[in-house]
C-alpha cells in the first residue's frame, strides 16, 4: 500500500489549491473527499514504494551479476569442449 504519508500530503495540498480563505464552509468535507478520491485512485494503479522499488533493484542487480560471472564460466566451458572436441 502507499505511504499514507503521501496521501495526506498531496490531499492537503490540492485542498489549499481550492481553498478561497481560511474556514470556509464546506472546505474540510471537501478535502476528505479529495483525501477518498486519491485513496482510490491510487489503490487502483500498482504501485509501490520508492523503499520496495529500490530493494527490488538492488535483487536485480545482484541477479544481473550472478548471470554475467554465469555467462564467463559457460563461455569457458564452451571454449574448453570446442577445444578438446577438436584434437
Do not use: C, W, Y
Not at 485513496?39 to 544481473?64: H, I, N
Amino acid at each position: 500500500m502507499l505511504n499514507q504519508k503521501l496521501i495526506e500530503t498531496v490531499s492537503a495540498q490540492l485542498s489549499e489549491l481550492f481553498e478561497g480563505g481560511p474556514g470556509l464552509p464546506g472546505q474540510e468535507a471537501m478535502r476528505q473527499q479529495v483525501r477518498s478520491v486519491l485513496q482510490s485512485s491510487f489503490a487502483r494503479l500498482d504501485l509501490v514504494t520508492r523503499d520496495e522499488f529500490d530493494a527490488q533493484a538492488a535483487v536485480l542487480g545482484r541477479t544481473r551479476e550472478k548471470v554475467d560471472q554465469l555467462e564467463l564460466k559457460l563461455g569457458e566451458i564452451e571454449q574448453r569442449l570446442a577445444n578438446g572436441a577438436g584434437e
